[in-house]
């Protein structure tokens, strides 16, 4: 299914400076270069998974490790390498690393500047980044999943480019069989600064349009072939791409909660939220098996 | 010092499609108006005091109860009413509300549009809110308080005005003692939507300037009168002043963590950080005993 490649690349930083640092604190996920030895504790990693609450990332290490066999005896909960703060947490399990990365892309920047100096100080090398998260779709059904293809701004100068990696996509998109309980999708993912007005909602706190005015928006994306809506893919894709060819590639895989030109309320059926939001991990476990599996002697 | 007003005004929010709304999830803090008495549980709230991290506004919530002996015999934690969800923290004391809003103006807006449409559908009035943060400093020592009196992006158009409440600032200043152990300032606050290339800072995992550049740049926000820099004063501010008139009012108290003009870095003295991360907390607590203290008659 994958071919292995040769040649391997160490993740690097587009920073020539760090070089000139003593210590690097990795403040907000309370690691650094001085008490911490981040080549032992990380230099395997091949994997980083993002997503936006620490309590997904947790049920998702707990997942990897049991895909893996990776459960430790004593039943031990993942080891949060980031409680030292709260601001965001860290998991990890063989050489995948899961992260939660907040609400939107200045908070997911933040992070994801840290991980990236985090793989560039363990030595990883050829790690592939993943944001597993939840979004609107439009005209999709809910728990619809959705490997975003490019990530757009409507009506906004982007000046780095956000596409996604065909590569690393199409091999995802490889991992879908057709006994999939849910519909996998590949399209143009909306990214918005806000959940509410930004994304025409009736229901915030702020409302100045009407109904109609949510409806043509939502068919001029319908038009525009936008899939889904959410909040952080932009900044991923633009990082992401920024990265490369510094042994770095990502791909960005979301489940659809609610369909927009249907309504804006998420519904309130917890467990079938669960069950949407496995999906994205579900698809990516089975690309990291197919990928970094006992076949290929990398786990 | 502070005069009660005569005339209250009920919080309310610029949507008037939510009358039509039969049942409204505040989906981010897990509450709902169908399952949730918002009237009973939230009714008699007076001030919301957002901060970036849950562990710090729990903190926050402890030292309220102490101060205002609300601590309950049982010596129960503060309970975290949105645990329904780890998007964000929620705790109350007393008429106080202490919400947790992550990182940046999309983590922040989200949630500041949820306890608008809370604050509405409890029938609180006159509720002041504050965030309560910590920033980087241009030129002032660490440990010094900002309170932002403008919140500002240079070379951005912003839309909404950002101002601060002047009047509500000046209260707030009017509870600096001259026995403060630190320093109180007013000015004005840039707001960046990054930590790292945003603000100028050496250390990121993507640097594409130079230490010249940096300084100047820093030198520039200090001609331009820049007291401090963070990451959500702006949509804080602009919110808040779209809800003037409506029973809502804000202001924004951060403690510097660092001088910009010195470094980059962050120190790494958990008991120093701690100790100023407080010291918002101190002063905004005092304005609070001041205005809703048992001489006033609302605890």
Redesign the interface.
């Known amino acids: 299914m994958f071919s292995l490649k040769a040649r391997t690349h160490a993740v690097g930083?587009?920073?020539?400076?760090?070089k000139s640092?003593k210590t690097?604190?990795l403040?907000?996920i309370a690691l650094?270069t001085a008490h911490n030895d981040l080549q032992e504790m990380f230099g395997d990693v091949k994997c980083v998974c993002f997503g936006?609450?620490?309590?997904r990332m947790e049920r998702f290490t707990k997942l990897i490790r049991e895909e893996f066999g990776l459960t430790p005896s004593n039943g031990e909960p993942p080891r949060n390498y980031a409680a030292g703060?709260?601001?965001y947490a860290l998991y990890k399990a063989g050489p995948i690393l899961a992260v939660s990365h907040?609400?939107?892309?200045?908070?997911l920047?933040?992070v994801?500047?840290?991980i990236?100096?985090l793989m560039?100080y363990a030595k990883c090398k050829d790690v592939t980044f993943f944001r597993i998260g939840t979004c609107g779709g439009v005209g999709l059904e809910p728990g619809t999943v959705v490997v975003t293809d490019k990530a757009s701004i409507l009506g906004k100068k982007v000046e780095r480019p956000a596409l996604a990696n065909k590569e690393l996509n199409a091999e995802i998109l490889e991992c879908v069989t057709e006994t999939d309980e849910f519909k996998t999708v590949t399209g143009t993912t909306l990214c918005?600064?806000?959940?509410?007005e930004g994304q025409a909602r009736?229901?915030?706190?702020?409302?100045?349009y009407e109904?109609e005015d949510k409806v043509r928006f939502l068919q001029f994306l319908k038009e525009k072939n936008i899939c889904n809506i959410e909040?952080e893919s932009l900044g991923f894709l633009a990082?992401c791409s920024?990265?490369k060819g510094a042994g770095l590639r990502g791909a960005v895989v979301c489940a659809i909660l609610v369909d927009r030109l249907q309504g804006d309320?998420?519904i309130?059926d917890i467990e079938k939220l669960h069950q949407w939001q496995a999906r994205p991990q579900q698809l990516v476990l089975r690309y990291i098996k197919h990928k970094f599996g006992p076949q290929n002697g990398s786990l």
Request: proline share 6%.
């Open positions: 930083v587009r920073n020539p400076k760090l640092f690097d604190h403040y907000h650094d936006g609450q620490p309590s703060t709260d601001r907040g609400i939107g892309i200045p908070s920047s933040v994801f500047n840290e990236v100096k560039y918005c600064d806000d959940f509410y009736l229901d915030g706190a702020f409302c100045d109904e909040m990082m920024s990265c309320y998420i309130n």
